[in-house]
């Protein structure tokens, strides 16, 4: 059901299962969730909102990094710097003025260094940057990047002209898994939640500028980019966005 602000609670949102991993999006109007990825044969299926952009090849990790999520599918990049692994949707799913709900659970796997990680909900794909707007893309979610020296996970926001970046003080590290959790509230702000399931801690913001524009379509951005000559892994169990 929908609260006063427009915020979907939902019990229909499970883990994925060890035989089930799967990608719950909600296309712009409606609350459709529809299941694209198959643990079974790692391809991709995509349902009434158009087709999803692989990547790197998708490969099984049953039982993953954490036994809180199951099974997880892994996206590598390639081993060349600048190539990426990972899963981006059409950019038209959503929009800030729809108050949008977005949940991912994802894990690192047993590389972090030089490499860029972009997980949330954007305008256009990003990978090869460190500031969204420099691409004129708009954006709201998390930022890891060992090329902007990141140490820790980023909340960022964009909105096409400025980046907006808070350090969560939130660390990374390599096979741990993650639940990000990022709505609009009723004032139109982005509120952001993360915590790790390893470590049970947990980093919380809400951010007021340069937000993404209140109209602007946005859609899935799950990516990372190696920034050297060494294949970089990053794994989802799940995503639901619902509006």
């Known amino acids: 059901f929908k609260t006063s602000n427009n915020i979907v609670v939902s019990s229909s949102f499970p883990l994925a299962s060890a035989t089930q991993p799967y990608l719950d999006i909600a296309p712009m109007?409606?609350?459709?969730?529809?299941?694209?990825?198959?643990?079974?044969?790692?391809?991709?299926?995509?349902?009434?909102?158009?087709?999803?952009?692989?990547?790197?090849?998708?490969?099984?990790?049953?039982?993953?990094?954490?036994?809180?999520?199951?099974?997880?599918?892994?996206?590598?990049?390639?081993?060349?710097?600048?190539?990426?692994?990972?899963?981006?949707?059409?950019?038209?799913?959503?929009?800030?003025?729809?108050?949008?709900?977005?949940?991912?659970?994802?894990?690192?796997?047993?590389?972090?260094?030089?490499?860029?990680?972009?997980?949330?909900?954007?305008?256009?794909?990003?990978?090869?940057?460190?500031?969204?707007?420099?691409?004129?893309?708009?954006?709201?979610?998390?930022?890891?990047s060992t090329v902007a020296t990141d140490t820790t996970w980023q909340f960022v926001t964009s909105d096409g002209s400025a980046t907006n970046v808070v350090n969560s003080t939130f660390g990374n590290g390599i096979n741990t898994t993650f639940e990000f959790i990022m709505y609009v509230n009723a004032s139109g702000n982005v509120v952001m939640n993360l915590r790790s399931f390893a470590f049970s801690t947990f980093a919380s913001t809400t951010i007021s500028t340069n937000l993404p524009g209140n109209t602007t379509s946005l859609g899935l951005n799950a990516r990372i980019e190696t920034r050297e000559a060494v294949a970089k892994s990053l794994q989802i169990s799940g995503v639901g966005l619902y509006h």
């Open 29 to 144: 109007g409606g609350m459709r969730q529809v299941r694209v990825l198959s643990a079974a044969d790692t391809t991709l299926e995509g349902y009434g909102f158009g087709t999803l952009s692989v990547s790197g090849i998708p490969t099984n990790n049953f039982n993953g990094a954490s036994a809180n999520t199951g099974s997880l599918v892994r996206f590598a990049s390639g081993g060349s710097s600048g190539n990426l692994g990972g899963v981006v949707s059409p950019f038209t799913l959503t929009c800030r003025a729809n108050f949008p709900y977005f949940r991912i659970i994802f894990a690192t796997y047993n590389n972090i260094d030089v490499e860029r990680m972009w997980i949330g909900l954007s305008s256009a794909a990003i990978g090869n940057s460190d500031t969204p707007h420099s691409t004129s893309t708009h954006f709201m979610g998390l930022r890891y």
